[in-house]
């Protein structure tokens, strides 16, 4: 008899924790609910943006929790690789685009599959820069934003030595002229103040490779990305030796003046720098000096018009599949969305990368954003095979000839000899 009792509470625990579950299922409640994860590199403005457009998203999606978690730059990608050889990886990943060939090589991100959005409508619905995240026909991330480079300058720093505050520089040779104006050295030969911040790990490599060397009529790299072509004629080293110069000879600035390029250019203490529109939010935040943007400049006035395009992109997790590829879709589809790319741009400075945000006369006509977008016209993202090594390559260069006062021309051919090496090994 009292087996018989037994049995039946059994039974009935049982039917009510079906029913429930049920039930949690049907109604969204916790228990019925898909996770996934998104990871992305700690800055503040995407780390912000990305917990606002969370609760949005879930608003909508009730079935649906996403845990967003993100990492200092420097350890970003060692934490996706640990994390993902534990098999505990984020289902979402936020990745510059550089970094796909080996992400894609090492087997932690899947193809955009076709079924959610075609190669077609990808190129279709974005602007062609993003093509460079295509690997074997395939799309490997689809980005919200992308970003171009613009040169910001100091108007009060202009009026103080001399120069007119509407009037920026607009080739190189100018740059250089007004930037000594603006620099200061202290006895000991240290700089006070610099008119150019000239870097390398920044955005100064991206303006060497990019648009210098294609302004001195070098194309880089062959159009399929295989073959490094700095050196095909003798303008590759003139450029190379043209921008390094401008901190050996010159001395209008130097990499490592108050920590970093920026850094320098919001304490007020360079006259012009580089850098991408990403900028903009945290230069109008510290900034305590009246400044401007323009367009890059060129090596001759009418000269060939030059940018660097690039963006970070969110690639699915390899093995990703079933109900959470179907909640990490719904999550991407939202985050490309038109509505969530102009609120990155208010929030973030970043430029919408649909096609259909070309023409608008908003973001065309704003004398901040004006100049990123006219510089998308005539941006190129760099095929990168391994971007870490290419880019320590160049440091490796500039600093052998800064440090070790090794010679321009050898160091050179060293450099393209080593970054044709990186591609070589990734192709083979």
């Not at 996934?36 to 800055?43: H, K, L, P, R, S």
């Not at 999550?331 to 609120?343: A, H, P, R």
């Not at 259909?356 to 100049?371: E, L």
């Not at 990168?384 to 021309?409: G, H, M, Q, T, W």
Request: negative net charge; proline residues 4%; aromatic residues 12%.
């Amino acid at each position: 008899m009292k087996k018989r009792k037994y049995m039946i509470f059994i039974t009935l625990v049982i039917s009510v924790l079906l029913l429930t579950s049920a039930c949690g299922k049907e109604d969204g409640s916790k228990s019925g609910k898909i996770t996934i994860t998104y990871w992305q590199y700690t800055f503040p403005q995407k780390v912000d943006i990305i917990k606002d457009l969370i609760k949005k998203f879930e608003a909508e999606n009730p079935n649906i929790k996403v845990v967003a978690q993100d990492f200092p730059y420097d350890q970003y990608n060692q934490k996706i690789a640990a994390a993902v050889n534990a098999k505990k990886g984020p289902d979402i990943m936020n990745l510059y685009y550089g970094w796909l060939p080996q992400y894609q090589q090492k087997g932690y991100i899947q193809p955009i599959p076709e079924d959610f959005m075609s190669a077609q409508d990808i190129e279709s619905y974005y602007i062609p820069m993003i093509q460079a995240s295509k690997i074997d026909g395939k799309y490997y991330g689809l980005p919200v934003a992308v970003r171009s480079l613009a040169l910001f300058w100091n108007k009060d720093m202009f009026k103080a030595a001399g120069l007119d505050p509407e009037k920026p520089p607009k080739t190189w040779d100018e740059l250089i002229t007004m930037a000594k104006q603006m620099t200061k050295m202290k006895a000991n030969g240290q700089y006070e103040q610099e008119g150019f911040a000239w870097d390398v790990n920044g955005q100064g490599y991206h303006t060497f490779e990019e648009v210098m060397l294609r302004q001195w009529g070098v194309t880089p790299f062959s159009d399929e990305g295989k073959t490094v072509q700095w050196n095909s004629s003798p303008e590759g080293l003139e450029a190379f030796k043209y921008w390094i110069n401008m901190t050996k000879e010159e001395k209008i600035g130097d990499r490592n003046f108050l920590t970093d390029y920026n850094t320098a250019f919001k304490a007020g203490k360079a006259g012009m720098m580089i850098d991408g529109s990403f900028s903009v939010a945290a230069t109008k935040e510290a900034a305590k000096f009246d400044w401007g943007v323009t367009t890059l400049p060129v090596k001759e006035e009418g000269g060939v018009k030059s940018n660097f395009g690039s963006y970070w992109t969110n690639s699915l997790a390899k093995g990703l599949s079933g109900e959470k590829l179907k909640a990490a879709e719904k999550f991407l589809k939202f985050l490309i969305s038109e509505d969530t790319q102009k609120e990155w741009l208010d929030k973030v400075g970043e430029l919408p990368a649909a096609a259909s945000f070309s023409d608008d006369a908003t973001i065309k006509n704003d004398p901040i954003y004006g100049p990123f977008v006219e510089g998308l016209a005539d941006a190129h993202a760099t095929l990168f095979v391994d971007e870490a090594k290419e880019r320590d390559s160049i440091n490796n260069a500039v600093e052998s000839i800064l440090l070790k006062k090794a010679p321009f021309d050898k160091t050179f051919e060293d450099l393209v000899k080593q970054q044709q090496d990186i591609r070589d090994q990734y192709y083979k």
